[in-house]
T-cell receptor
Framework: GQQVMQIPQYQHVQEGEDFTTYCNSSTTLSNIQWYKQRPGGHPVFLIQLVKSGEVKKQKRLTFQFGEAKKNSSLHITATQTTDVGTYFCAGLAAGNKLTFGGGTRVLVKP | NAGVTQTPKFQVLKTGQSMTLQCAQDMNHEYMSWYRQDPGMGLRLIHYSVGAGITDQGEVPNGYNVSRSTTEDFPLRLLSAAPSQTSVYFC????????????FGPGTRLLVL
């Protein structure tokens, strides 16, 4: 079945630095969604990417969908303590259900 | 709007006990889903529903039952709890489309002893 992998599983970041988390699917996707879950909270939708090569920005967050629509990335610039949490990607392939990756847990060192 | 609500927030069960996790949404979404979250494994789909009276299995359905008698409610039943069902359970609704933006409830943390 469809698999979605995220790397790294953990990311320790110094406050003010940039980092990127990656999402890879075993199958071509119709779209990919990103969610953020704060510690002790529930996942909250961030964005959806649909087009090949699409890039979307939300303030310091940049989301990219690969040309082959099998991978995606989330890049955060100038990390802040408010960025702490787990970031999940979720991929939808034609005829399948939404499949979540294992998440990247982000810890910020002040 | 309250969005998606779940009860209880926490529950401790003994092996073999049964219970129902409640989920309700007030967004008039047709689609609702149940996920479980375990460390390092992301969110795995248990069951989902595309409308009242229609349910289907997800990735990890064994040990769980669901029904959907109304648009608003989508309860998850554990018939005979097992320690392997210790997890955090999230209910979500979505619309339009079954696999559009997922709106998650606050979750139920379940411990099975």
């Amino acid at each position: 079945g469809q698999q979605v992998m995220q790397i790294p599983q953990y990311q320790h970041v110094q406050e003010g630095e940039d980092f990127t988390t990656y999402c890879n699917s075993s199958t071509t996707l119709s779209n990919i969604q990103w969610y953020k879950q704060r510690p002790g909270g529930h996942p909250v939708f961030l964005i959806q990417l649909v087009k090949s090569g699409e890039v979307k920005k939300q303030k310091r967050l940049t989301f990219q969908f690969g040309e082959a629509k099998k991978n995606s990335s989330l890049h955060i610039t100038a990390t802040q303590t408010t960025d702490v949490g787990t970031y999940f990607c979720a991929g939808l392939a034609a005829g399948n259900k939404l499949t979540f990756g294992g998440g990247t847990r982000v810890l910020v060192k002040p | 709007n309250a969005g998606v609500t779940q009860t209880p927030k926490f529950q401790v069960l003994k092996t073999g006990q049964s219970m129902t996790l409640q989920c309700a949404q007030d967004m008039n979404h047709e689609y609702m889903s149940w996920y479980r979250q375990d460390p390092g494994m992301g969110l795995r789909l248990i069951h989902y529903s595309v409308g009242a009276g229609i349910t289907d299995q997800g990735e990890v359905p064994n040990g769980y039952n669901v029904s959907r008698s109304t648009t608003e409610d989508f309860p998850l039943r554990l018939l005979s709890a097992a320690p392997s069902q210790t997890s955090v359970y999230f209910c979500a609704s979505s619309g339009p489309g079954a696999w559009g933006t997922q709106y998650f409830g606050p979750g139920t943390r379940l411990l099975v002893l």
